[in-house]
């Protein structure tokens, strides 16, 4: 008998005619965000789940998925998934790491420049026909080259970041468990105590990953620290700022502004984050390029796969349940 694979999301064509050709593809029918309910009642007779980040896999879920062997997230972060209980009951889970490395990289450094030099706030006053013409005082931001760019978390993206980072001539700093050699010789890098980053750094980029130590890493206190001219920038995952500390920086000018592409409780948006011209919004799309999206559909299906047929997902995050 084939395997059936239950979807939440389509991905790129390359990654389900992948599945398709091994199994039977069955595409959650929910307009939106399917809940964990939905994902078990459709699920129930599945042994892979192809999954998002928007996707949320509990014990209570896994409890009404007896069949599961397989989880593949199209995604680098695993936070939305329990591992522990995926790891004791035997199902592999699978992840897209290093082939969004440059997209998401990219993308922090897109809000940096958006945020510094306002670019989001032009093209709305264009479109608004509110434009009268030039004016030496008008639009006057900050510059990125030269200033101090804070990397919390310097992990793949976040090392990227500085590399990129290093072609605008900025100094580096950067917040990670353990030194990174290559980052301090090819950067000039600086690791230093995340309290010494906010106060110093005029950009604080984040890439650390969603755990229960990093929940609210960047709260009232941290923000407090924070340089009245400097920009907060996250492309890691919501719930890593405080968003309710963060409207109220913004509010009472803590900070000078900030660049979101993921936020605490997506879709929604916490009250009066949206209000503020200094904050550039975008819909957590920071591995989305088409290449890197057909790269990750590519990958999904290929930890799917094995880990529907018992063997260890080529980017597994519990490989211990295979020895
Ligand atoms: C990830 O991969 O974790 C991103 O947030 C989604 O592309």
């Known amino acids: 008998m084939k395997p059936i694979f239950f979807v939440t999301k ?8 992948m599945l398709r050709a091994k199994g039977d593809v069955r595409i959650s029918q929910t307009s939106g965000l399917p809940s964990d309910q939905e994902i078990a009642a459709a699920a129930a007779d599945c042994c892979g789940l192809l999954i998002t980040p928007a996707d949320q896999i509990t014990k209570t879920t896994l409890d009404q998925l007896p069949y599961l062997k397989a989880i593949s997230t199209f995604s680098v972060g695993f936070n939305h998934i329990d591992i522990a209980e995926c790891t004791r009951r035997g199902i592999g889970v699978g992840h897209t790491p290093d082939v969004l490395t440059a997209a998401t990289a990219e993308l922090a450094m897109a809000l940096i420049l958006a945020v510094a030099r306002r670019v989001v706030e032009g093209d ?3 479109r608004d026909r509110r434009w009268h ?8 931001g900050s510059p990125v080259t030269g200033k101090t760019l804070g990397i919390v978390g310097a992990g793949r993206i976040g090392g990227c970041v500085a590399k990129m980072a290093h072609g605008f001539d900025m100094p580096i700093l950067y917040t990670a468990r353990t030194a990174k050699p290559e980052l301090e010789r090819d950067f000039k890098a600086q690791r230093v105590e995340l309290a010494d980053l906010l106060q110093r750094a005029d950009f604080v980029s984040i890439h650390a990953p969603l755990t229960d130590e990093t929940r609210h890493m960047i709260g009232c206190p941290q923000l407090q620290m924070m340089r009245p001219t400097a920009f907060l920038i996250n492309t890691s995952r919501g719930s890593l700022v405080d968003e309710a500390a963060l409207v109220t920086a913004l509010k009472d000018g803590i900070i000078a502004g900030c660049g979101l592409d993921v936020y605490e ?3 929604q948006l916490t009250p009066g984050l949206a209000d503020f011209p200094n904050v550039v919004l975008l ?3 920071g591995s989305a390029t088409l290449e890197t999206r057909g790269e990750m559909a590519v990958m999904a299906a290929e930890n799917l796969l094995a880990a529907a047929d018992g063997k260890r997902p080529p980017h597994c995050i519990n490989p211990q349940i295979y020895s």
């Open 133 to 140: 013409g030039w004016a030496p005082t008008d639009f006057l």
């Open 265 to 267: 409780r997506e879709p």
């Open 10 to 17: 389509p991905i790129p064509d390359i990654g389900m005619n």
């Open 124 to 126: 709305r006053l264009i």
């Open 283 to 285: 819909p957590h799309v």
